[in-house]
């Protein structure tokens, strides 16, 4: 009787939220523990509706977004009751103990050794946290969304200093995050299923790899969120040898290898490579496409479906430019970028950026 009233009064915390009450919810997700004190999730991340894992409604996460309102009531000029903050730091300080207590039961148990792993992240335990994240991955190899969260958390912090121009400290997280591309292939060496980084994933790593690439030039550093598409042409977590973010229109015309000095190609004939994640445009914008080649080549040419024709390259010795307006509306879900070639050559990179 105790777990199920323990269970409906989590259930009660999730429709408190739902109508935006959030104090109400912590009252009832604190029952909800008195009651069954065993259930860990309760604690770190009850999920109330199995459809929408973003959803939370454990007792730290309310408690953190009991914080996230009284921060947005003080940005809005609110005075907020010294009382009030005295009694969620309490109530965040237990939880924290709370947490503590769960560590052992962690090792094997792969959605709270996850749930510790967040909690670390947002009370700025990061090594910690780390080491949590890094033993979920041990329990579930194979789950990219475990993997976007070890690169997204190198990158928000890589992302703090580089904001604060902080550059030095900036790059010791940029190395650890491009690492796990090779730690994600090696995890794949024993998958009969490999898996790939997803477009979020990408993301992250394409503006850590180009901040890598151009850390001596912050000319070009200024323009990082401009990038819509930055090429990482080592990268080949599923081991088929193909470049992650590229496929191949015809193989047998083409054969493209993800290597350290760039896209390999051999070619037997005029074909493309074209995107796995589409780069995303926005209608009225400029763009400026460029693609450096080891050497030189008699034809490459691109194509943006939608947006812009087959269209020839202005060429700088082995570097090719192109420019062009987004008149279009594009699509949402992305543009499908083309690169046409016809001999043999090594693209060693390909940069997709808004220029005005």
């Not at 103990?97 to 792993?117: D, G, Q, V, Y």
Request: charged share 25%; proline share 4%; aromatic share 10%.
């Amino acid at each position: 009787m105790n777990f199920n009233t323990a269970s409906a009064h989590a259930q009660k915390a999730y429709e408190h939220v739902k109508d935006n009450n959030i104090d109400e919810a912590i009252e009832s997700i604190n029952k909800a523990i008195n009651l069954d004190g065993y259930n860990e999730k309760y604690i770190t991340g009850f999920m109330p509706v199995p459809a929408r894992p973003d959803i939370k409604t454990g007792l730290a996460d309310l408690l953190f977004a009991k914080n996230d309102i009284l921060r947005q009531k003080e940005q809005t000029g609110e005075k907020i009751p010294e009382s009030e903050m005295q009694v969620l730091q309490r109530q965040l300080s237990q939880v924290n103990n709370n947490i503590m207590k769960l560590e052992k039961k962690a090792e094997n148990n792969l959605s709270l050794s996850s749930n510790i792993a967040s909690f670390c992240f947002r009370t700025g335990q990061t090594d910690k946290g780390l080491e949590y994240l890094k033993n979920s991955i041990s329990l579930f190899p194979f789950e990219p969304s475990l993997w976007h969260s070890k690169i997204d958390i190198h990158y928000q912090l890589m992302r703090k200093h580089f904001n604060d121009e902080d550059y030095e400290n900036a790059m010791e997280y940029i190395e650890p995050a491009l690492g796990v591309i090779d730690e994600a292939k090696e995890t794949n060496k024993k998958n009969m299923n490999p898996f790939i980084f997803n477009a979020d994933t990408i993301e992250l790593l394409e503006k850590m790899q180009f901040i890598n690439d151009y850390i001596d030039n912050l000319d070009e550093l200024m323009a990082i969120n401009e990038i819509v598409h930055y090429t990482i042409p080592y990268m080949d977590v599923n081991l088929d040898t193909i470049p992650d973010q590229w496929r191949i229109s015809d193989t047998t015309l083409l054969n493209a290898v993800a290597d350290k000095e760039g896209i390999k190609i051999k070619a037997t004939g005029r074909t493309y490579i074209y995107t796995q994640y589409h780069p995303k445009f926005k209608q009225g914008k400029e763009y400026r496409i460029e693609v450096k080649l080891k050497e030189p080549v008699d034809y490459l040419k691109y194509y943006i479906s939608g947006i812009k024709g087959a269209t020839s390259f202005n060429q700088e010795e082995n570097i090719y430019l192109s420019e062009f307006l987004v008149k279009n509306e594009p699509n949402e879900n992305g543009n499908q970028l083309r690169i046409y070639v016809e001999s043999d050559c090594t693209i060693e990179n390909i940069l997709v950026k808004e220029i005005k």
